[in-house]
């Protein structure tokens, strides 16, 4: 039984704590937040100690450090506990800037601990398959990917600080994504965007609505369609084309009931409105995969490269929106 010290008490802590729980082979041992009385309230509920961050990253019982804070924080408690030689499972990005991103994965690679990085919808059921029939050349050679990623609302006013903006906060999951299912690394980065949802986002310098173009070196394209509003849920699809025909992985309904009338047509159930519904299941097999990776001494399924890549895609991303230019981009 893997004891694990949970850094944050927030929304995703909060998943991230249940999946915890729910596994047979670890157990919440600390929680650790800036928020005492948020700290203590998720620990009585997983019957955990409350512990500073140095106490618990420190701790001798402790076997995981799982950090779940502010994103700008996470390099610096990475590399606390990587130099304790603990496991360590971080929620993306790894930091908000290229270079200390770089110096974290060096302090992660020179201390040899298993350490991943949190992007959880590579183990989503229907984009596990679609990553599985694209691999198995089900539609021939890939041409066109297309990822649809929309947010009910935006984030928590709070949050925008410490976020890193839409890029590297949001897109960089569709980043991700797009590395999982191309099976060759994108070569060019196109961004356009607007800040049309929300009045605070505009005021901070950020967007809220943005279209990424990325190609291949082959030539494979892939548009990342992004809002942070979504009226009807949590909108999650993606269409692959290729030469023999397409593959889809649609929103998934809270049911599967659908009710046909004279009165109102034909009407489906809603989506999801919450990251922790829509990807239960994807949350639960990535804490799965990692522990099994940290008990049977084996590689972890994502890596600290991973997440290195996914941000300079956002990078990308960033400079193109603001010069109005094509970048190229060497992962």
Known sequence: MLKVALLGAGRIAKV??????????????????HTT?????????????????????????????????????HADFVEQA?????????????????ARVKACVKTINESGVPFMIGFNRRFD??????????????????????????????????????????FRDMTIHDFDMARF???????????????????????????DVIVVTLQTASGKIVVINNSRRSGYGFDQRIEAHGQRGSLQVDN??????????????????????ATRDR?????????????????ANKPVPITADDGLKALLLAEAAIESYKTKKVVSVSL
């Open 16 to 33: 991230h704590a249940k999946h915890i729980d729910d596994n047979p082979d670890s157990v919440l041992f600390s929680v650790s937040s």
């Open 37 to 73: 009385e948020s700290a203590k309230k998720l620990a009585e509920k997983y019957r955990a100690n409350v512990l500073s961050v140095e106490e618990a990253i420190n701790h001798p019982e402790v076997d995981v450090v799982l950090i779940a804070t502010p994103n700008d924080t």
């Open 82 to 98: 990587a130099r304790t030689g603990k496991a360590i499972f971080c929620e993306k990005p790894i930091d908000l800037d290229i």
């Open 125 to 166: 059921p229907d984009h596990s398959a679609l990553q599985q029939a694209l691999a198995a050349g089900e539609i021939g050679s890939l041409e066109h990917l297309q990822i649809n990623s929309r947010d009910p609302s935006p984030p928590p006013k709070e949050s925008f600080p410490g976020s890193g903006g839409i």
């Open 181 to 207: 299912l191309l099976q060759e690394e994108p070569v060019s980065v196109s961004t356009i965007g607007a800040a049309l949802v929300n009045p605070e986002i505009a005021q901070g310098g950020d967007l």
């Open 252 to 273: 998934l309904p809270a049911t599967s009931l659908v009710k046909s009338s004279e009165e109102c047509g034909t009407q489906a159930q809603k989506s999801p409105y």
């Open 279 to 295: 990807y239960s299941e994807a949350f639960s097999a990535q804490w799965a995969a990692f522990i099994a990776a940290v008990k």
